[in-house]
């Protein structure tokens, strides 16, 4: 583990500045999202169809907390906690500095600002989904992801059409955005030149992510999701309170969902609603799910595998002048993949233990059966 943290960390030396570790930075944070909703899918077992909403949720926090979206709020002088001076101030043509007006808070803080935000988000929808389960509840969530984007795409007087404050400015997002710098510096930690350090701060955000999702997993809490998933009415039955369990797992899930979404937007400088299409919960659910539903390292190979056939592979095979483009199909072509892992290796590629005990039982059972009956046979021969 230790060497592969250092290869990690040594990646940009060797992928350079170009394609490849732009590809990285975005795997990462697809990495933090896999993660998440493998807590509410992998260790709970609640299909969550609507995961890109708390993407949206958090991407727009850093867009409210950093730029000019809000320009009237303090007289216009604006709000700024530990930003760069890049977001502080703007020269005038006098050659004087004047402040920027909006919202500018050190990236920093923004990011747990935005897990708090979305964790709240991640309540208000386990709530209503306590008691549905299987197609209910993915119908339930699928309709949750629908709406959030469509409400921040016409929230341009207001939240619900409550009050002035324009929240989304519509379809043309809220750009430009706060890149990321360090609460002791006055100056911006990466350039479009000069990418290494958006890198490292994703990964030491998936770091981060990886630790809380182990401890998670062996504690008192995380036993409990593993309960619930197995089976409900016996979890129950031995005191697990089905309630907290569910809610804690919606509301943990969340907040890593908007931990990456606040640093997608800050790095690709732009929020739009666009970007929030139902296709996209798809996207990391298959992650999960290629990778191996409730395995930390198997839901980080399938999200390092899908990224990278996304960005590289779909793109590649329009060369190969099939007669269409699979980049404008590309979910449909993951469809497939799933498809495929279905009916070959339901699993995943590196599944959980209980889950390849699960899914393979019978297969283990008739193993067990066959030592006991060569067992069975040697001792009459000895008899």
């Known amino acids: 583990m230790l060497a592969g943290l250092a290869l990690a960390i040594l990646f940009p030396y060797i992928a350079g500045t170009g394609s490849l570790l732009d590809a990285s930075i975005q795997t990462l944070a697809y990495i933090i999202m896999a ?23 958090g991407a727009f926090v850093i867009g409210w907390f950093g730029s000019q979206q809000f320009p009237d709020i303090n007289g216009g002088k604006g709000i700024h906690i530990l930003a760069s001076d890049r977001s502080t101030f703007q020269l005038k043509l006098n050659g004087t500095k004047a402040e920027i007006p909006g919202i500018h808070v050190n990236f920093f803080i923004v990011i747990f600002i935005a897990m708090a935000i979305t964790a709240v988000w991640g309540i208000l929808l386990g709530g209503p989904t306590l008691r549905l389960r299987g197609d209910y509840l993915a119908i339930v969530t699928l309709a949750f992801g629908e709406i959030v984007p469509r409400i921040f795409e016409n929230s341009t007087s207001g939240l619900f059409g409550i009050g002035r404050t324009d929240f989304s400015n519509g379809r043309q997002g809220i750009t430009p955005i706060d890149t990321i710098n360090l609460p002791w510096s006055k100056s911006a930690v990466y350039t479009d030149f000069n990418l290494r350090p958006a890198y490292w701060v994703a990964l030491a955000m998936v770091v981060f992510t990886v630790f809380v999702n182990r401890r998670l997993r062996d504690s008192r809490l995380g036993r409990a999701w593993i309960a619930v998933r197995e089976d409900e009415v016996a979890a129950a039955a031995m005191g697990v309170n089905l309630v907290r369990t569910k809610l804690w797992a919606y509301a943990i899930g969340a907040a890593f969902g908007g931990f990456a979404g606040a640093f997608l937007g800050s790095y690709n400088n732009t929020v739009n609603v666009d970007q929030f299409e139902f296709g996209f919960s798809v996207f990391v659910l298959a992650m999960i799910i290629i990778g191996g539903m409730g395995n930390i390292w198997g839901v980080i190979v399938g999200a390092v595998a899908l990224s990278m056939l ?34 070959l290796r339901p699993e995943g590629f590196l599944p959980s233990g209980r889950r390849r005990l699960e899914l393979h039982e019978a297969e283990i059972e008739g193993g067990d059966a066959a030592v006991v009956g060569d067992m069975s046979q040697m001792y009459e021969v000895r008899q």
Do not use: W
Request: proline share 4%; net charge negative; charged share 5%.
């Open 35 to 57: 993660l998440g909703l493998n807590i509410v899918v992998g260790f709970a077992g609640l299909l969550d169809l609507g995961y890109v909403a708390f993407y949206a949720i």
């Open 310 to 343: 996304n960005r590289y592979g779909l793109p590649e095979l329009n060369q190969l002048n099939i007669g269409f483009d699979p980049t404008s199909v590309s979910y449909g072509v993951f469809g497939f993949f799933l498809l495929i892992m279905m009916v």
